[in-house]
T-cell receptor, first 114, second 114 residues
């Protein structure tokens, strides 16, 4: 595997389910990100992990819970979601402490909440 | 804080025609500027970036962009488009002092017709 991978690619869940999204980066980066992409809206940055510590949480509801066990893996745990949470969830990684923080994106998980 | 405005939500063009996708930004500090492309069912891929120096930046797939500080713009151009350029294009800005955060525009859907 190369780059940034995400699993599953598609997920359908009910409002009472608990599921997790997984992201893995194979680039040796030390920062990882979760974004939400909804139709007709800019990408919304949800969480940032730098050196395995959460450094940003942009007022995301507690039904979304991130986990970063190491610099290569990032999870987004989901529980009691709402239909408006249906979106494409993108993971990205970068190398911080470089002059420019270029982010590399995974293909995303298309989430549908029924 | 920064903001990004992509002036056109949809741009339809014919194959081999030139195209310009417009992007304006707002920031109180110096910024880095990026253009990303998203093909259907894929994540975002970096097209090009402006860091400093020459205001004309060349990227992949024949795209280029020009940084205009006085007009706070970073428009993306290609002299002759192909069907395969059909995709969503995102302009993004990063504060030079806090490189961990990208602010994205709402995206421009480029559709190239035969």
């Amino acid at each position: 595997e190369t780059g940034v991978t995400q699993t599953p690619r598609h997920l359908v869940m009910g409002m009472t389910n608990k599921k997790s999204l997984k992201c893995e980066q194979h680039l040796g980066h030390n920062a990882m990100y979760w974004y939400k992409q909804s139709a007709k809206k800019p990408l919304e940055l949800m969480f940032v992990y730098s050196l395995e510590e959460r450094v940003e949480n942009n007022s995301v509801p507690s039904r979304f819970s991130p986990e970063c066990p190491n610099s290569s893996h990032l999870f987004l745990h989901l529980h009691t979601l709402q239909p408006e949470d249906s979106a494409l969830y993108l993971c990205a990684s970068s190398q911080v402490r470089q002059p420019v923080n270029e982010q590399f994106f995974g293909p995303g998980t298309r989430l549908t909440v029924l | 804080a920064q903001s990004v405005t992509q002036l056109d939500s949809q741009v339809p063009v014919f194959e081999e025609a030139p195209v310009e996708l417009r992007c304006n930004y707002s920031s109180s500090v110096s910024v880095y500027l990026f253009w990303y492309v998203q093909y259907p069912n894929q994540g975002l891929q970096l097209l090009l970036k402006y860091l400093s120096g020459s205001t004309l930046v060349k990227g992949i797939n024949g795209f280029e962009a020009e940084f205009n500080k006085s007009q706070t713009s970073f428009h993306l151009r290609k002299p002759s488009v192909h069907i395969s350029d059909t995709a969503e294009y995102f302009c993004a800005v990063s504060d030079v002092n806090s490189g961990s955060r990208l602010t994205f525009g709402e995206g421009t859907q480029l559709t190239v017709n035969p």
